[in-house]
Nanobody, 119 residues
Framework: QVQLVESGGGLVQAGGSLRLSCAASGIVFSVYNMGWYRQAPGKQRELVAT???????DYADSVKGRFTISRDNIKNTVTLQMNSLRPEDTAVYYC?????????????WGQGTQVTVSS
């Protein structure tokens, strides 16, 4: 019974901030690389940010300098702090977890949380 549950989405004005959280259960969290993806209507899901168990991070060019991904291996959570939001950031944001040595049978997704940025 693996679950990734996102929270924190909502409506925010351009230039504002939002913090997304993902709570994981049913996995050995520390061995999983975690990430945030997003999908806008009619578009493919795209990578936003990733963080390894050792806290190495990577970001899409479109969010560098604005978003920060972090993790808490005690609480089994991963967070995406989003600042200076733009209308083009509007999407459903998904939490992802996968083992370091990729195994599609050990990749999990949350249900998604809607982020809407108004002009």
């Amino acid at each position: 019974q693996v679950q990734l549950v996102e929270s924190g989405g909502g409506l925010v004005q351009a230039g504002g901030s939002l913090r997304l959280s993902c709570a994981a259960s049913g996995i050995v969290f520390s061995v999983y690389n975690m990430g945030w993806y997003r999908q806008a209507p009619g578009k493919q899901r795209e990578l936003v940010a990733t963080i390894t168990g050792g806290r190495r991070t990577d970001y899409a060019d479109s969010v560098k300098g604005r978003f920060t991904i972090s993790r808490d291996n005690i609480k089994n959570t991963v967070t995406l702090q989003m600042n200076s939001l733009r209308p083009e950031d509007t999407a459903v944001y998904y939490c992802n977890g996968q083992t370091r040595f990729y195994n599609p049978e050990r990749e999990y997704w949350g249900q998604g949380t809607q982020v809407t940025v108004s002009s």
